[in-house]
């Protein structure tokens, strides 16, 4: 019997390091720093130094602070920011975040168009292609603005900051209809974004953000590098900072995808 569980635990050790690496793991975050980008309105990170060097006991310290805004960057949506009631920060279920997910690439379409909205057209051009979209999948948007990163002008459609820079914004998103389709018809885990919002950048009511928030269907923007996933086959794993009460807040997100 104690062979038995040994030969069994060496198996079980020997598929699990195989299973990872056969796996190559994606980085879908960017860096936070000084050219991370912000809403209009919203001031940027900060990196406080507290400490750096050799200290007068002989040892090399390294201490920070920081300050940033709950919505910039690689970084979550909750429910609770457009939908009274729904999660907060803390409270999604992490299963929301871990899961098989695919890319709807509309990156051609778009190209003419800053204010395109991904649809139902785009989800039903990839079922054509793909197959049927799973029911709990991680719904990746790719626009191809991430080639723009981290050029304010380019990405966002104006470098200029405060309110009134608000109404010069310009970039894709998704339509309201297209939501509602991923939750009723898919019932999507969460859906994440290569641009600052899930809502396009000329957006006044925000209705994709109020459909799946009332859904409690977390979103993820500013999401990097959808360039090196394959329209589906992968896996994601999504860890926003936990703050208590929060509305989001910084995520780290990464794709693994089985070679």
């Known amino acids: ?32 720093d000084e050219n991370t980008i912000f809403w209009p309105t919203q001031e940027g990170f900060q990196l406080i130094e507290d400490f750096h060097g050799m200290t007068e006991k002989g040892y090399f310290y390294s201490s920070y602070g920081f300050k ?15 939908y009274e009631g729904r999660y907060t920060s803390d409270e999604i279920p992490l299963e929301k975040f871990i899961g098989q997910a ?5 990156s051609d379409e778009r190209a003419e168009n800053r ?10 051009k990839w079922e ?10 991680i719904i990746l948007l790719k626009s191809g603005y991430g080639k723009y990163w981290p050029d304010r002008e380019k ?38 974004i290569d641009t600052p919002s899930i809502d396009y950048g000329q957006s006044k009511y925000f209705k994709a953000h109020v459909v799946l928030c009332e859904a409690n ?27 208590k009460g929060g509305s989001g807040g910084p995520t780290r997100i990464i794709a693994l995808i089985s070679n």
């Open 102 to 106: 695919i890319v709807i690439d509309a």
């Open 68 to 82: 940033t805004a709950e919505h910039g960057g690689t970084h979550l949506d909750a429910p609770i920011h457009f």
């Open 128 to 137: 054509n292609e793909h197959g049927r979209i799973p029911d709990e999948s």
């Open 1 to 32: 019997m104690k062979k038995l569980f040994i030969t069994l635990f060496l198996l079980i050790t020997t598929l699990f390091v195989t299973a990872q690496e056969n796996r190559k793991i994606i980085d879908l975050t960017y860096a936070f």
């Open 217 to 243: 269907t977390p979103i993820i923007e500013n999401v990097a590098n959808l360039d090196q996933l394959p329209p589906k086959g992968f896996e994601v794993i999504a860890l926003p900072i936990k703050i």
């Open 155 to 192: 990405y966002m459609g104006t470098a200029e900051r405060g309110e009134e820079a608000v109404a010069k914004l310009h970039f894709p998103g998704l339509s309201e209809e297209g939501a509602k389709w991923l939750v009723n018809e898919r019932k999507i885990k969460a859906v994440g």
């Open 115 to 124: 204010d395109y909205l991904f649809g139902i057209t785009d989800f039903e």
